[in-house]
């Protein structure tokens, strides 16, 4: 192993340990360890909304079920120790392909190192919610990793395909890697055009059969899964959801937002970089950055796959660009190798691993209190609350706390909604925004759905919460650490 790599590495270890003591997100990581707990326990997988009874008989494809059922054996078997395990070895994955690829095609530990803190500052609203998304970016950048490997090993005809059979069990972003592929081929299409200026030769070339082949393999290769062809429809249905379409994360991105000025700083980079860059530059780069570029700033949710193509392509052309500027020809000599920083790297991780909770609980069998491991917006006190309490009846929650109570609330727990916004029918959907936004007729809304029991926040529900202090029809029955829960005087 070489100094650089080495160093690479313990970069990808430092990520491992800041993400793993990173709080777990409030909000739908828990709905989802609920549906893998269902899924555990009855051995099958639910036909139809199994938590929400506003949505019941609402037909349900589990797009994520294998990551469900991994993450809750992760917390089944080691407690809340393995869900931040688990989370912190998806993003350090993703670090360490990245910083890998960034140094093998610039031959550069710090370039290797850019692409790294390129990934991580464009990515960084997605990358710090646990779901099931980060196993399909994992997936993407493992894509990313193989296509533009400098390399051409036979081995790659089983592992995309066998990379999109897990990605399409894992999560329903699996479109997102076969629209990469099929840009990839049409980049390689687009070059082969330029050059020579001749049809026939874009199909006697043998990446480009490659490539095609491999998109055809891939997009066969998802159809291994429970749902058969329906999850092609099932995912295109979800993406096009109404309800989702007004959740923050699936707006616009604005340049008003952190993440669209780091995202606009990043582009402007990038075309600096194509300006000055004496490397040639590949249409498939074009192509997916103006692609996937322009779904970012349709959606939030879309800027998580665009950040790994700017972070390789960032750190191949940074490294022409400063070899040039510095006058040193582009092909650099092999770093020297040695057996010592091999040791040393072996020897960080094992220190590491015995360090962390994670590693406690599997050597020593202690867990973690999870009061220590959430995020303090986690209705911990609300949850416990309505355990010595058993509500009556359907309960109105805020959506980003859904999730959480029918994890960790009074087994049989009726939430109004949770952050699986696509499975609320569209009228109970606009029930709930009028409800928690106040507009008119909100209180005949609570009498028409029989609400006796109220879950809000403080830190975004003051006035709703001001309200019902004031109401002689209701009561405060909890409010601690930012969480109130109301009881309706006269039940319905």
Known sequence: MSRSSAGLICVTGMTFLFFYFRPIWHTDVWGHLAYGRLIWESQSLPMTEPFLPLSKGVRFVDTAWLSQVIGFGAIRTWGVSGLQGLYALCISMCVGLLAWRGYQKSTNAWFGLLSVVTFLSVGWTPLIVIRPQLAGVVCFVALLSILTSPHRRP????????????????????????????????????????????????????????????????????????????????????????????LTEWSPLSVRETQGKIFAVVSVGLAMLYRYSPRRVQAWEIITLLSFGWAALSSNRMLIWW???????????????????????????????????????????????????????????????????????????????????????????????????????????????????????RDVWQSYLRIIEQRSGWEQELQRYKINTIVLDQMYRAPLIEFFKGSPHWKVGFEQDGQTVFIRQRPI
């Open 155 to 246: 081995i790659e005809w089983l592992v995309v395909p066998g990379l999109f059979v897990a990605w399409a069990n894992f999560h329903g972003s699996f479109v997102i890697g076969l629209a990469f592929l099929g840009c990839f081929t049409i980049g390689r299409a687009a070059d082969v055009m330029r050059r020579t200026r001749s049809l026939s030769s874009i199909v006697r070339d043998t990446q480009f059969r490659r490539n095609g082949l491999l998109l055809a393999f891939a997009a066969a290769a998802v159809l291994l899964n429970p749902y058969g062809c329906e999850l092609y429809t099932e995912t295109i249905r979800i993406a096009s959801n109404e309800n989702l379409q007004e």
């Open 307 to 425: 950040a790994p193509i700017a972070a390789i392509i960032v750190a191949v052309h940074g490294y022409a660009v400063w070899r040039i500027a510095r006058h040193l020809p582009l092909v650099a000599t092999p770093k020297p190798s040695a057996g010592k920083w091999t040791v040393v790297v072996v020897g960080l991780i094992c220190i590491c691993f015995a360090a962390i909770p994670l590693g406690v609980t599997m050597l020593h069998g202690k867990g973690v209190d999870m009061k220590w491991a959430v995020t303090r917006e986690t209705p911990l006190a609300a949850a416990e609350y309505l355990k010595r309490n058993p509500p009556q009846g359907l309960v109105f929650n805020v959506f980003e706390w859904g999730d959480f109570l029918i994890w960790n609330g009074p087994p049989g727990m009726k939430v109004f909604v949770n952050s699986h916004a696509h499975l609320v029918p």
